[in-house]
């Protein structure tokens, strides 16, 4: 599997743009999925999605169904193969690069791998997949890499002698998974289709020495990447980097690194800077699930065009409204002129122009609260609210439906609010990596970190390098 690193951060930090397996721009979203599919979006939601290149499908989501899977490969190849077939083909996602994780990113792990391998819950109950299984699946699966299985652990609730025990079981298992890998390459007939690449998994809790020695092992071995596991479980940001520090430097510098389960935006600006290229972060669904929509300013999108051209409209159509009309109007009872000149300027009754409490409008409070901002839609203040979520934002829920609706969808509980509210938030962040990859094109990732709070520092590498050269 291919990683070109296109471009290094040459402000202090270890940021860089790059192109995984040549398709998945970094730093990239490997987007979560639900059974094979990102959730809630029909297909054209998905393709409307601005750079979304990769997704991330956990390995327990389809292994029941590995031998439907198995059944695409042989349909493909009498067809004259050609490189389909596999999950692409199974979940129609074709159009995107798939990672399978060995656990879902929204997930918490839970403490019940067994010596013999990861377990895998289903329809039929929990069962063990030992390494050498989980290799001939992916081999049927075919996604453009994976992740190899790994003992990950929940962050509390063991000692360091099983957080050992986790790191030793997760070095036998690549071993395990790479050697089975050789002989299923050797045992199959030309055409051989190559082995799916596999990322190792850097684990070891809060123990930096065992976390360490995890990286140390896993880049012995002929891996094409490299998972950093055991994040986003409750450890402070400063924790992460320190951890990260430690082990980053022992990896190969040309090989990518995905971390699994951080993706507050101020928390994925600091990895990058620090050097992470990929993410799989369920933050856009988990927003969505708390009923919130996230509303944080993107350096680098100008929604304030966008909000001026939709209050001229506004105005142009109050003033149509106003005009004296000459037969009379039927229908509005007293208070009804009142009520649309307030839902004409789109003002909630009783919000402020600022919006207030949770996040606030970001076009004109620049806040910290806004900057990292996001409103709570449950709440009824937005139930007259004609704004769109997120006023200048291109998506398709922000161009079509205002706040007020969303609202009652959502206290109706009806399933199209968490459509259009996954819709917009997963089209919000994808915006924010976009504009992450660009600002590191154009030399101005300080600034753009700085946006959320992040001060660039050197990685441990270049800093070594800078006191030697002083
Ligand atoms: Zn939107």
């Known amino acids: 599997m291919s990683f070109e690193i296109q471009r290094t951060c040459a402000e202090g930090s270890g940021a860089r743009r790059g192109l995984l397996a040549g398709r998945v721009h970094t730093p990239a979203l490997l987007s979560q999925t639900h059974a094979g599919a990102p959730p809630f979006l029909l297909p054209a939601g998905v393709a409307a999605l601005p750079g979304l290149d990769g997704l991330c499908v956990s390995f327990s989501d389809m292994y029941p169904y590995a031998k439907a899977i198995a059944a695409c490969n042989g349909e493909e190849e009498k067809k004259g193969g050609g490189g389909g077939g596999g999950l692409a083909s199974f979940t129609a996602q074709a159009d995107h690069a798939l990672f399978v994780s060995c656990r879902d990113p929204g997930y918490v792990p839970v403490k019940a791998n067994e010596v013999g391998g990861i377990c895998v819950d289903g329809a039929r ?36 002698k099983r957080c050992r025990t986790a790191v030793d079981r997760t070095v036998e298992w690549l071993d395990a998974l790479l050697a089975e890998q050789t002989a299923v390459a050797e045992a199959a007939p030309p055409p051989r289709n190559p082995p799916v690449p596999v990322f190792g998994v850097v684990l070891g809790g809060l123990e930096p020495r065992l976390r360490a020695q995890s990286a140390a092992e896993t880049a012995k071995r002929g891996v094409a990447g490299f998972v950093l596991a055991g994040f986003g479980l409750g ?185 259009l509210l996954y819709a917009h938030n997963l089209h919000h962040y994808l915006l924010f990596f976009e504009q992450m990859r660009k600002h590191i094109d154009a030399g101005q990732f300080a600034s753009f970190a700085n946006h959320f709070g992040v001060e660039l520092q050197s990685p441990p590498a270049q800093q070594a390098a800078e006191e030697e050269e002083g």
Request: proline residues 7%; aromatic residues 4%.
């Open 235 to 419: 450890e402070s940001t400063a924790v992460r980097a320190s951890l990260l520090a430690e082990v980053l430097p022992l990896l190969p510098p040309a090989s990518p690194r995905l971390l699994m389960g951080v993706g507050a935006p101020a928390d994925v600006v600091a990895l990058v800077a620090g050097g992470i290229d990929a993410l799989a972060a369920a933050y856009p669904l988990t927003l969505m699930q708390q009923g919130y929509a996230s509303t944080f300013d993107i350096p680098g999108v100008d929604r304030k065009a966008a909000v001026a051209a939709a209050a001229e409209e506004e105005k142009g159509a109050s003033r149509r409204a106003k005009r004296p009309r000459l037969h009379g109007g039927g229908g509005g009872g007293s208070g009804g002129d009142e009520e649309q000149e307030e839902l004409t300027l789109g003002v909630a009754p009783g919000a402020t122009a600022a919006g207030d409490g949770d996040g606030g409008d970001p076009i004109v409070d620049a806040s910290a609260a806004a900057r990292h901002g996001k409103i709570q839609l449950r709440d009824r203040r937005w139930k007259r609210d004609r704004r769109p979520l997120l006023p200048g934002c291109g998506c398709d829920t922000c161009r079509c439906y205002s706040r007020a609706y969303v609202t009652h969808l959502l206290n109706c509980n009806e399933m199209l609010a968490s459509t």
């Open 125 to 160: 109950g929990r069962k063990v997949v030992p390494a050498a299984e989980y290799a001939r699946v992916l081999a049927a699966m075919r996604p453009a890499f994976a992740m190899a299985p790994a003992d990950e652990l929940p962050q509390e609730g063991f000692g360091k």
